[in-house]
């Protein structure tokens, strides 16, 4: 499946999108303002993600400030322990970048 926007067009059931060749789903709705994504793998959820206010309006100053050039989180397919101990290995990792950049940017003169 090339790169699309998943906005239910193609779509069997809208908010479900079956990868091609692979037992994968994505499925997403809109829960208020919030959107939830979860992914599937053989109709077993291994991955899910709320994006709090994803649906309010953005001005273009907001837009331009939000981060697109790489991955927020990888999180690897596997029991539930395995995943929440990656998991929070990655955000404590991401937690430490954070400080550092943050105390980098309060120190320069």
């Known amino acids: ?6 906005d239910g067009s193609g779509e069997q059931t809208p908010g479900r999108r079956f990868l091609d060749g692979t037992d994968l789903e994505i499925a997403y709705h809109l829960l208020g303002d919030d959107l939830v994504v979860r992914v599937n793998k053989a109709g077993v959820q291994v991955f899910g993600v709320v994006l709090e206010n994803a649906r309010k309006a953005m001005t273009t100053k907001q837009l331009l400030e939000l981060k697109a050039d790489s991955f927020d989180l990888v999180v690897r397919v596997g029991t539930r322990a395995d995943t929440a101990r990656n998991v929070s290995f990655a955000l404590g990792r991401m937690a430490n970048k954070l400080i550092k950049a943050t105390r980098e940017k309060i120190n320069k003169p």
């Open 1 to 6: 499946m090339p790169d699309t926007i998943l």
